[in-house]
């Protein structure tokens, strides 16, 4: 926190995930009250989170070289405007078609938000060799908004409706723009390319980055986890309600475990961020497979709390362990394009899952699902120990 410029990185980037979680659960209530179509909202998620996955290289290719107290602040100002956009549509006549196109926006300037945010916080800790300490914080921050934001969410659309929800997004973004914009201590525009390469050259140059080892392993390996990852994530409701007869509570409370989970996880990282990095990996990861094997084989809500809090512990050491991995075997110049490919691997892979779970869940069980989601994971994590080289702390 002593780093000139970390702690603005670090409360812009705690505000656009804060943002991102809560606008889309808002969002989904909005989209669900005005249509009360399961495949409208369907499409919201689309529209939000898959689809942006494939915009945001692109954009932040375009942007990657430019000051970030320039960059973010546009970001940022431009994300307000389609909050704004969306507060008004929620506080007036509905339309779907304008919802789903300002859900797209939002959610591709979220991830390259997100690119650029961590290529400046790379930039600002590698020289001080406190990238792992920067990255915990980081995760700690994800954690806690990743649980505050869908419940600030609900309390806002309960009591005062999805507009007024919206519309706290937008000023939010706005602050968040002005704080950075006067921000003198931010990283400064990269040099130009000798050869004046364009944008389209620098997202095949983060591409050709990413094919390189150990990169390709991790980021591949990655890919696959989070199938496995968000396969149970549309089954969890039917799982605490039908299989364990836990009711609404129960759903809840489960949820509640895994977060409770999540947050033990960002701790535990701050503490062991010094081990080598395949060790937190591979271990974070057969966490995260244990606990969905626990919840396969639950009796009942309370050791499937037990199995949840177990599994998000795993979940909250295993990103940011990737993501550090990552950023420590790249130059400075690539961080924003292959970090943000990363980005975008974590927001479009899951599609694949959600389509598993439910399929499972339909021909056998919400078991069966956990079970396959458990094992799947855990031998993620045996590829993982076997193709990636032990390293030490190198940032």
């Known amino acids: 926190m002593r780093v000139a410029g970390f702690p603005r990185l670090a409360l812009s980037y705690a505000v656009n995930e804060l943002g991102d979680n809560l606008g889309v659960v808002a969002l989904a209530i909005l989209v669900l009250d005005g249509t009360d179509s399961a495949l409208a909202t369907a499409g919201l998620f689309v529209c939000a989170r898959f689809l942006p996955a494939l915009a945001a290289p692109w954009l932040t290719a375009r942007l990657d070289r430019r000051a970030v107290n320039r960059s973010l602040p546009a970001l940022y100002v431009l994300e307000a405007l389609a909050f704004a956009g969306l507060a008004l549509i929620a506080g007036g006549t509905f339309a779907l078609a304008a919802v789903l196109v300002l859900a797209f926006a939002d959610g591709t300037l979220a991830l390259t938000g997100r690119g650029i945010s961590r290529a400046a916080v790379a930039a600002l800790l590698l020289p001080h060799r406190a990238l792992r300490e920067g990255n915990a914080l980081l995760n700690a921050a994800f954690a806690v908004t990743s649980a505050a934001g869908p419940a600030a969410a609900g309390i806002l659309v309960g009591t005062a409706g999805a507009a007024a929800a919206l519309w706290v997004d937008a000023a939010s973004f706005a602050l968040i723009a002005a704080l950075l914009f006067v921000a003198r201590d931010l990283p400064p525009a990269a040099a130009e390319d000798?050869?004046?390469?364009?944008?389209?050259?620098?997202?095949?140059?983060?591409?050709?980055?990413?094919?390189?080892?150990?990169?390709?392993?991790?980021?591949?390996?990655?890919?696959?986890?989070?199938?496995?990852?968000?396969?149970?994530?549309?089954?969890?409701?039917?799982?605490?309600?039908?299989?364990?007869?836990?009711?609404?509570?129960?759903?809840?409370?489960?949820?509640?475990?895994?977060?409770?989970?999540?947050?033990?996880?960002?701790?535990?990282?701050?503490?062991?961020?010094?081990?080598?990095?395949?060790?937190?990996?591979?271990?974070?990861?057969?966490?995260?497979?244990?606990?969905?094997?626990?919840?396969?084989?639950?009796?009942?809500?309370?050791?499937?709390?037990?199995?949840?809090?177990?599994?998000?512990?795993?979940?909250?050491?295993?990103?940011?362990?990737?993501?550090?991995?990552?950023?420590?075997?790249?130059?400075?110049?690539?961080?924003?394009?292959?970090?943000?490919?990363?980005?975008?691997?974590a927001a479009a892979a899951p599609g694949a899952g959600f389509l598993a779970g439910g399929v499972l869940t339909a021909l056998w069980s919400p078991r069966l699902a956990y079970l396959v989601a458990g094992a799947g994971v855990i031998v993620v994590a045996i590829a993982m120990a076997r193709r990636i080289a032990p390293t030490a702390r190198s940032g």
Do not use: M
Not at 200 to 225: N, S
């Open 194 to 345: 000798p050869g004046g390469a364009h944008w389209a050259a620098r997202v095949r140059e983060g591409v050709a980055a990413v094919r390189r080892e150990p990169i390709r392993t991790l980021i591949a390996a990655q890919a696959v986890a989070f199938v496995f990852f968000f396969l149970v994530i549309p089954i969890e409701v039917v799982y605490a309600k039908e299989t364990l007869d836990a009711g609404d509570v129960g759903y809840g409370v489960l949820l509640a475990a895994w977060g409770v989970g999540l947050v033990l996880g960002s701790a535990v990282f701050a503490r062991v961020r010094e081990r080598p990095t395949r060790l937190l990996v591979v271990g974070s990861t057969l966490l995260v497979g244990a606990g969905y094997i626990g919840l396969a084989a639950a009796p009942g809500i309370v050791l499937a709390c037990v199995a949840s809090v177990v599994g998000g512990t795993g979940n909250g050491v295993q990103w940011v362990s990737v993501l550090t991995a990552v950023q420590e075997a790249l130059p400075e110049g690539l961080q924003a394009r292959v970090v943000g490919l990363l980005e975008s691997v």
